[in-house]
């Protein structure tokens, strides 16, 4: 059983697309957090969330703790974009649980 | 300010050694998290020190250990290593614990012979 489902697993888009990646998990949180992966394995942290919504220039994440779901959105995609997704949630006792990641391609 | 840094960046062992990783945060962090990523089970937790004492543990074996020591920098230590330990070995480290963002170094890519 996984506590963390995120979808779609695979994403391709046409560069200026609106993208949206989902997240739903089975835990209680202390936290929510969307990270970025290009190739060669470097991460970063994209959004930290326990509850509403943040923005970040084109970048739009939400959480809705009572439906225990997140979703990440990408205004005007652009090809430097192109990377996988993850969602991760930090659960009330302090363990960390992510999802598979969703891989975004877009395309010029 | 300098980012997480972690070494080594890459390392070949043979099956039944040991190896240690070590991780320095950023200045000020007192929290450091330690990551397996695999191809097959992806990004798993494996531990969580904030002041030198261990938070939290991922349920991996007692083979996998670490510390953290006055400086916040930390080690994880893997002994008798087995093929399916080749990994990417990825730490984290937050200002606070259960609340801070995460800053990611960019790992150790052990490869296990």
């Known amino acids: 059983k996984n506590e963390v489902e995120q979808s779609p697993q695979n994403l391709t888009a046409q560069e200026g697309e609106f993208i949206t990646i989902n997240c739903s998990y089975s835990?209680?949180?202390?936290?929510l957090h969307w990270l970025q992966q290009h190739p060669g394995g470097g991460i970063v942290s994209l959004f930290m969330?326990?509850?509403g919504k943040k923005k970040h220039g084109r970048l739009i994440a939400t959480i809705n703790i009572q439906e225990k779901h997140s979703s990440l959105h990408i205004t005007a995609s652009h090809p430097r974009d192109s990377a996988v997704y993850i969602c991760?949630?930090?659960?009330?006792?302090?363990?960390?649980?992510f999802g598979t990641g969703t891989s975004l391609t877009v395309i010029p | 300010k300098a980012g997480v840094t972690q070494t080594p960046r890459y390392l070949i062992k043979t099956r039944g050694q040991q190896v240690t990783l070590s991780c320095s945060p950023i200045?000020?962090?007192?929290?450091v998290s330690w990551y397996q990523q695999t191809p097959g089970q992806g990004l798993q937790f494996l531990f969580e020190?904030?002041?030198?004492?261990?938070?939290n543990k991922g349920n991996f074996p007692g083979r996998f250990s670490g510390r953290q020591f006055s400086n916040s920098r930390s080690e994880m230590n893997v002994s008798t290593l087995e093929l399916g330990d080749s990994a990417l070995y990825l730490c984290?480290?937050?200002?606070?614990?259960?609340?801070?963002?995460?800053?990611f170094g960019e790992g150790s890519r052990l490869t296990v012979l």
């Open positions: 984290a480290s937050s200002w606070l614990a259960h609340t801070g963002e995460l800053f």
């Open positions: 835990v209680g949180i202390s936290a």
């Open positions: 969330l326990s509850s």
């Open positions: 991760a949630v930090r659960s009330s006792g302090g363990q960390f649980y």
């Open positions: 200045s000020g962090h007192r929290s």
């Open positions: 020190y904030f002041s030198e004492t261990q938070r």
